[in-house]
């Protein structure tokens, strides 16, 4: 009977204890000084580039697999990289205004992941994004290395109610058009 007993708590440790620790989710915050997000903007006469900074951010996984992920993107923090002087400082203002992303009142945008899809070494995401209060899915890719995370958006800045200089709201700007797309490039250390 003691043998019996003995067997079943070691079928017991060794099967039941095991597996409820399996589907625990990790968080992993993402190394804010290490980490970088590039935008690039579009119009008819050419384009311009820079940087926007994170205010915070995690990735989760559930063992090795990536399973959600947050990021909050201080608005306030968009540079123009392309520029240098008085139409750097203009262009920042302009960006940072309420003709574009009215940082004052929306001083940050967020992101949440809200359905993740391996693979391959690549995960395909859906995300909820926030700007302007609009909140709108988004896909893209998430290329994972050790620790490290690469993803490239392509996001429409007039869904989210951007309209300065946007074809889809003005006519005959002719080339003063902005192009409504615009590219966002995370590289994530975490």
């Excluded at 070691?10 to 804010?32: A, H, Q, R």
């Excluded at 395909?124 to 690469?150: H, N, R, S, W």
């Excluded at 946007?166 to 797309?181: G, H, R």
Aim: hydrophobic share 35%.
């Amino acid at each position: 009977m003691k043998n019996t007993i003995k067997i079943m708590a070691i079928l017991v440790l060794t099967t039941v204890v095991p597996m409820s620790f399996t589907g625990l989710e990790e968080k992993k915050d993402v190394k804010l000084d290490k980490s970088t997000v590039t935008w690039k903007g579009y119009k008819v006469t050419g384009s311009h580039h820079g940087t926007i900074n994170l205010q915070s951010g995690y990735l989760t996984f559930n063992g090795d697999d990536l399973v959600g992920g947050n990021f909050v993107i201080d608005m306030s923090t968009i540079t123009c990289l392309d520029l240098e002087g008085e139409y750097k400082g203009k262009l920042e203002g302009h960006l940072k205004s309420d003709d574009f992303f009215g940082v004052e009142t929306h001083p940050t945008a967020d992101l949440t992941f809200t359905d993740v899809k391996k693979s391959g070494k690549s995960y395909e995401v859906t995300a909820d994004l926030t700007i302007k209060e609009t909140t709108l899915p988004i896909q893209f890719t998430l290329d994972m290395d050790g620790g490290k995370a690469t993803a490239s958006l392509k996001i429409d800045r007039a869904k989210y109610n951007v309209r300065y200089g946007s074809p889809s709201f003005f006519n005959n700007l002719q080339d003063k058009a902005i192009y409504d797309e615009f590219d966002i490039t995370a590289n994530l250390v975490f």
